[in-house]
């Protein structure tokens, strides 16, 4: 009988294909980012150190204030609230430019727009 490789396999072989060729460096950190069913999560890293420089997610207290906890937190608009709200934390450590790690997944719904969120808050890549 032939096996099937699990969906989290097949998350984690796409992820590792991801990840080599994006490393984050002290100059371009790599935002990284990772989607539940329920929740969004937005982290800048450097890579070299083995650092989070900066973090988001529908889970922060600040995410939370502004959000009302009426609204679901798994839809786009969330997710790009989570951009704007890692670029705006990021901008205010002095990271200006990074380098976009999808984890994995495809650049598409939540993940597009949490990379839209980071743009319009001023991050380049």
């Given amino acids: 009988?032939?096996?099937?490789?699990?969906?989290?396999?097949?998350?984690?072989?796409?992820?590792?294909?991801?990840r080599k060729?994006?490393?984050?460096t002290p100059e371009r950190p790599?935002?990284?980012?990772?989607?539940?069913?329920?929740?969004?999560?937005?982290q800048i890293i450097d890579d070299t150190r083995g650092v989070t420089l900066?973090?988001?997610s529908t889970l922060d207290p600040e995410f939370r204030a502004q959000w009302n906890g009426s609204k679901s937190?798994?839809?786009?608009?969330?997710?790009r609230e989570v951009g704007r709200l890692v670029g705006k934390r990021a901008?205010?450590?002095g990271i200006q430019k990074v380098v976009?790690?999808?984890?994995?997944?495809?650049?598409?719904?939540?993940?597009?727009?949490?990379?839209?969120?980071?743009r319009e808050a001023g991050l380049e890549f």
Avoid: P, Q
Wanted: include cysteine; proline fraction near 0%; charged fraction near 30%.
């Fill in 91 to 93: 901008l205010a450590r």
């Fill in 30 to 42: 790599r935002l990284c980012v990772y989607k539940s069913l329920k929740h969004i999560y937005a």
């Fill in 73 to 79: 937190c798994a839809n786009k608009e969330a997710a």
């Fill in 1 to 18: 009988m032939i096996s099937r490789e699990s969906r989290k396999e097949r998350w984690r072989r796409r992820h590792l294909r991801v």
């Fill in 100 to 118: 976009f790690d999808r984890g994995g997944t495809i650049y598409h719904g939540r993940v597009a727009a949490v990379a839209e969120g980071a």
């Fill in 54 to 56: 900066v973090s988001a």
């Fill in 21 to 24: 060729r994006i490393m984050g």
